[in-house]
């Protein structure tokens, strides 16, 4: 007989590894499309999947659209992706988005590192509440949601699908 836990326990893994690629790279895509619109030029990029990716941009005449559409496109991709394709284990990977969106910006923000995001919003001249009120969404969302699909795809628990409620 299968071992079921350790089946479960190596597609969470898998999962995570997968949620962990898609919120680096949707978040990076973000960045690329907000300094695309806003007219910035592309000067380097790194999106390969065992690094960790970035885009620098100069100049770049509009850097709160470029720095915003990395977390905002990081969160709503994913999440589009599990409204439309309804399927438990996107579900997962959208929830992770958000949480790491959310805990990507909150603890950039509390290191004070010149070189991430949230002070580079600032910088650029971001509302600070703004930046709370999106940690406060993405982290308490995506907590509570990613919290659920941890249990259920651990429990192997098939009759609960946690894309039925938003």
Known sequence: MPNRFA???LRFVALLMLAWWVMTLSHEVGHL????????KLVR????PWHLPYSLFQPDPHPLLTLWAGPLFGVAFPVTMALIVKARW???????????????LATAWISGDAHLDTSRLLQAGAWPAGIAVYCCLTIGWGYLRFRRACIELLRGDEHHACHNDI
């Open 7 to 9: 089946d479960r326990l």
């Open 33 to 40: 499309i907000g300094g695309w619109l806003g007219g910035a």
């Open 45 to 48: 990029v790194e999106l390969r």
């Open 90 to 104: 996107l579900w997962f990977v959208a929830s992770f988005c958000s949480v790491a969106n959310g805990s990507y």
